[in-house]
């Protein structure tokens, strides 16, 4: 089996799935990310993976967690390892946290971090939990939809 075929399907797979929760993906030039991201409002952040907890975890969290009475105005995800450029400009944007990895979440407003739900806090923990960790701070920083 080719290995490169096998992982593109994952990743198409891994796309599919976030962009049918209703999440934009960021693969374009660091300038668009920039705009996207510093849009006015609250801005939900996806960080992406192959890896089994964003498939198992993640994934599943941020599908869930946006039917809620509070949400983010805009939800957008990054593909680490598959779209390096607008990753790494998303990532310019977790100031004060430690060296991201993915997945995770980043909450942002107007451009400015607020609050992340990194890796350690995702593997190893249930869908369940990280829904009630983001849905948490749409309670403390999102506005009723």
């Known amino acids: 089996m080719?290995?490169?075929i096998f992982m593109g399907d994952v990743v198409e797979a891994a796309r599919k799935e976030i962009?049918?929760?209703?999440y934009t993906e960021l693969q374009t030039p660091p300038e668009s990310v920039?705009?996207?991201l510093e849009k006015e409002g609250?801005?939900?952040?996806?960080?992406?993976?192959?890896?089994?907890?964003?498939?198992?975890?993640?994934?599943?969290?941020?599908?869930?967690?946006?039917?809620?009475?509070?949400?983010?105005?805009q939800l957008v995800t990054v593909f680490a390892g598959q779209d390096r450029e607008a990753t790494e400009?998303?990532?310019?944007?977790?100031?004060?946290?430690?060296?991201?990895s993915s997945p995770s979440f980043a909450l942002l407003k107007d451009g400015e971090i607020l609050?992340?739900?990194e890796r350690h806090e995702?593997?190893?923990?249930?869908?369940v939990e990280v829904v009630n960790?983001?849905?948490?701070?749409?309670?403390?920083y999102c506005e009723e939809v």
């Open 89 to 100: 400009k998303a990532r310019e944007y977790f100031k004060g946290y430690a060296p991201p």
């Open 42 to 73: 609250t801005t939900l952040v996806m960080v992406n993976s192959t890896c089994g907890c964003a498939g198992g975890v993640a994934r599943p969290a941020a599908a869930s967690a946006i039917h809620y009475d509070k949400r983010p105005n």
């Open 19 to 22: 962009k049918e929760a209703g």
């Open 34 to 36: 920039e705009e996207t």
């Open 2 to 4: 080719d290995f490169n």
């Open 133 to 140: 960790k983001l849905q948490q701070l749409f309670d403390a």
């Open 122 to 127: 995702i593997e190893g923990h249930s869908p």
């Open 115 to 117: 609050k992340m739900v």
